[in-house]
């Protein structure tokens, strides 16, 4: 609670230093501001050209959309996010060490500042995410759930990013752990498949990752229009006592 209040009579400043961390990403590059969002939307592009267009790759029917692009990209923004945004959160205290030694600054403003700077970044993106994917929401009402999902999934990276930080300085072995497991955090998760073709005895491992309940939420807002479906839509099977989808 002490360092929410540091932050928040801090705000002026974090408002300063993100600024400064966004325009440090396309410093020195010919395209500028539109860089840092031009490489996320190219892979969004080369996932689409390649299942959706080269291989015409579908899913089945328990998948909320048939195309295999289509069905992946809403996930995998979302993960892209977050991964941007914990790498440069666990590094962030390292980066600003000398920093720190000189002046008397709340710590926790340096991953804070990195996570919203990944935020101001891939949050339009998905905003025009939203948008191509029309065809498949019909600009549902559950649009509106999109914002206070983007934004509990903005506060959960900023705690988990935190706290990497302050291991990170402790222990430098954090940095390799997080780093393997935003590599292999990915397929414990609902993005490059529908959960549906998860084993179900095995489907509790996708809960491991806290990113699940949120690739699920922007699935269902997205891909069918609908409300994210809450934690009592999950059944709770005999001899496993871990969530289970229906």
Known sequence: ???????WRSRAL????????????????????????LQPLLVIAAYYLVLDIVFAMRLGTEAPVRAVGACLIVGCLAWMAV????????NSLIDAS??????????MLFPVKAVLASAVIFGPLFILVAICYTPFHHFSPALMALLPLLLLQTTLTIGLAYLAAVFSVALRDTLQFIGFFLSVGIYLSPVLFPIGLFPENWRWALWLNPMTAFVLGYQDILL???????????????????????
């Open 1 to 7: 609670m002490n360092d929410l209040a540091l932050l």
């Open 14 to 37: 974090l408002t300063v230093l993100v600024r400064r961390e966004v325009s440090t990403r396309h410093a020195g590059t010919v395209a500028g501001i539109v860089w840092p969002y």
């Open 83 to 90: 991964c941007d945004a914990m790498c440069r959160g666990a």
């Open 98 to 107: 000398s920093i720190l030694q000189k002046n008397a600054l709340p710590v």
């Open 224 to 246: 069918k229009g609908e409300w994210p479906r809450p934690i009592c839509g999950v059944s709770f099977p005999s001899g496993w006592g871990l969530p289970t989808w229906r």
